[in-house]
C-alpha cells in the first residue's frame, strides 16, 4: 500500500546566516513552551524552553520569543553552523493540567549549505 | 548524552506478538514520559508516571500498558502487535510531575526503533 508520511516544512539557509524557524500552538492556557532539535537516528534534543510568563529567552547562538497574543512561538538560531542540521520541534504543556505531557508541532526540517 | 537510557534500541518482531521496552530516567528524576513517533503521526505521547503511579494517558491503545517500578525505571508492554505499530518509542524523564507551574524540562532517551513485520 501507499505509505504517507509527514510532509514537514523546510528551511533552507547558508552557513553563517540567521535561522528563524516558527511555531503556532493550540491552546492558550499552555504556561510552558519548549523547543527540540532531532537529528537522523536519534531522540530529541532539549535546546531551550520558556514559560508563559515570559516573552524572550536567550541561550548560547538561541533565542526563543514567544507571542501569546497570537499564540505564536520562534526560535532563532545565529550564525548557523551545519551541525545545526536537524528536524526542530516546537511543544507546549497545557497549564490547566495535572500533567508536564508535551503537545508537540509536526515539526520543521533546517538545512544549513555550506 | 541525555542520562536517559531505553532498551533496546532495535525490536524486530512479528504480528500478534508481545514486547517489551525498558527505561531508566536521569538520576533523580521521577516522571516517565512514553511517546511514540510515527512517520504519519509525529510525536505523539502516550503515557506518564510520576514516582510509581500514573499521572496522565494519552491516545494510548488498549493493547499498550506501562508501569514505573520502585527504582523509578519503566516498561512499556505492547501486545497483539500489528503492522501500524511499527514506530519509534520514545521516553523522557523529569523531576516534576507537571501542572501548572510545574512542568520542566523533559530529556528523552535514543528510542526504540519497533518493527512489526
Known amino acids: 500500500g501507499e505509505s504517507v508520511g509527514l510532509h514537514l516544512p523546510t528551511l533552507s539557509v547558508q552557513e553563517g546566516d540567521n535561522s528563524i524557524i516558527n511555531c503556532a500552538y493550540s491552546n492558550s492556557a499552555s504556561d510552558y513552551f519548549i523547543w527540540y532539535k532531532q537529528e537522523s537516528g536519534k531522540g530529541p534534543q532539549f535546546i531551550i524552553d520558556?514559560?508563559?510568563?515570559?516573552d524572550k529567552r536567550q541561550g548560547q547562538r538561541v533565542t526563543v520569543l514567544l507571542n501569546k497574543t497570537v499564540k505564536h512561538l520562534s526560535l532563532q538560531i545565529a550564525a548557523t553552523q551545519p551541525g545545526d542540521s536537524a528536524v526542530y520541534f516546537c511543544a507546549e504543556a497545557h497549564g490547566s493540567s495535572n500533567t508536564g505531557k508535551l503537545i508537540f508541532g509536526q515539526g520543521t526540517t533546517l538545512q544549513v549549505k555550506p | 548524552d541525555s542520562g536517559v537510557t531505553q532498551t533496546p534500541k532495535h525490536l524486530i518482531t512479528a504480528t500478534g506478538q508481545r514486547v517489551t521496552l525498558r527505561c531508566s530516567p536521569r538520576?533523580?528524576?521521577?516522571?516517565v514520559y512514553w511517546y511514540q513517533q510515527s512517520l504519519d503521526q509525529g510525536l505523539q505521547f502516550l503515557i506518564q508516571y510520576y514516582n510509581g503511579e500514573e499521572r496522565a494517558k494519552g491516545n494510548i491503545l488498549e493493547r499498550f500498558s506501562a508501569q514505573q517500578f520502585p527504582d523509578l525505571h519503566s516498561e512499556l508492554n505492547l501486545s497483539s502487535l500489528e503492522l501500524g505499530d511499527s514506530a519509534l518509542y520514545f521516553c523522557?524523564?523529569?523531576?516534576?510531575?507537571?501542572?501548572?507551574?510545574?512542568?520542566?524540562?523533559?530529556?528523552f532517551g535514543p528510542g526504540t526503533r519497533l518493527t512489526v513485520l
Open positions: 523522557a524523564s523529569s523531576v516534576a510531575a507537571g501542572g501548572p507551574g510545574n512542568t520542566d524540562t523533559q530529556y
Open positions: 538520576s533523580g528524576d521521577l516522571s
Open positions: 520558556i514559560r508563559s510568563n515570559m
